[in-house]
């Protein structure tokens, strides 16, 4: 693992479906995640992804790249755009990529995340710490 590293890119798609059951998970029935007459209402452009599935999500390019997710120790994340997940089979596509940042003398990998939808990033500084 050396700084430059790049991981394998990733491209998931967010379905309504999805949304449901993660709601159901997370006890989250927040009606911008799956009422797509309030969440328009309040001035969303359609029903959005939950903050912590988007990024649990993008956590997978990491987990994937690492083969070992009990290598992973630290995950972090701002949320700075919604994911609006329109409600067709196909969803809201995320397109995920990674490089290693930095390698300190404790062996812990800083990865640096880049997360898009429709070309937007839509989380802030998201960054795992693994162990090399």
Request: charged share 25%; proline share 7%; net charge negative.
């Amino acid at each position: 693992m050396n700084v430059g590293d790049e991981l394998a890119p990733l491209e998931v798609r967010i379905t309504r479906d999805q949304l449901v059951r993660y709601a159901g998970a997370a006890l989250d029935f927040n009606p911008i995640h799956w009422n797509e007459p309030f969440a328009k209402e309040v001035g969303l452009p359609d029903v959005i992804a939950h903050g912590m599935l988007t990024m649990a999500v993008a956590g997978r390019v990491v987990t994937d790249w690492l083969g070992d997710p009990g290598r992973l120790v630290d995950f972090s994340a701002r949320f700075t755009r919604p994911v609006p997940v329109p409600n067709t089979k196909e969803g809201a596509l995320l397109e995920i990529t990674g490089k290693v940042a930095n390698v300190n003398d404790e062996g812990i990998a800083r990865v640096d995340l880049v997360v898009k939808h429709e070309g937007k990033t839509v989380l802030g500084k998201p960054q795992a710490l693994v162990r090399v």
